[in-house]
Structures are given as C-alpha cells and as structure tokens.
C-alpha cells in the first residue's frame, strides 16, 4: 500500500478526526457529513449475556486478576 493511500485510509480516523480539524485537512461538517453517511451495523452485534464468564471468550479474568 501506498503512503498517499494509508494517510487517506486515516482521514476519518477517530483518533486523528480532532487533529485533522486543528490543521485544517477536515471541517466538522465533512465529518459530520461522513458520520451520517455510515451505514447501520447494528444487525451484526452480538450480545453477551450476564450468564457468561470470562471462560466463554477464551480466559481466565480472575487468574489474570489474581497475578
């Protein structure tokens, strides 16, 4: 990949979105634009019941804790 790809790739980085704004790369109304412009994943999240420990997602939290 190139650099002028991978620094594109980052321009709507939530990490670098306030930085980009300060520099003057984006304006709060790109980003709002491009916020609003995302689709709804919300049909591929996966709850988590309360029933399930630690063990269910491959740990031991309270070994883990317990060191």
């Known amino acids: 990949m ?11 980085d939530k990490r670098l979105i306030e930085i980009h704004i300060h520099r003057g790369v984006l304006t709060k109304a790109e980003v709002d634009k491009y916020i609003a412009e995302l689709p709804d994943l919300a049909h591929n999240i996966e709850l988590a019941s309360e029933s399930e420990s630690d063990e ?8 883990e804790k317990a060191h």
């Open 2 to 12: 190139s650099l002028d790809k991978a620094i594109k790739n980052l321009r709507y």
């Open 56 to 63: 269910d997602f491959g740990g031991d939290l309270a070994a």
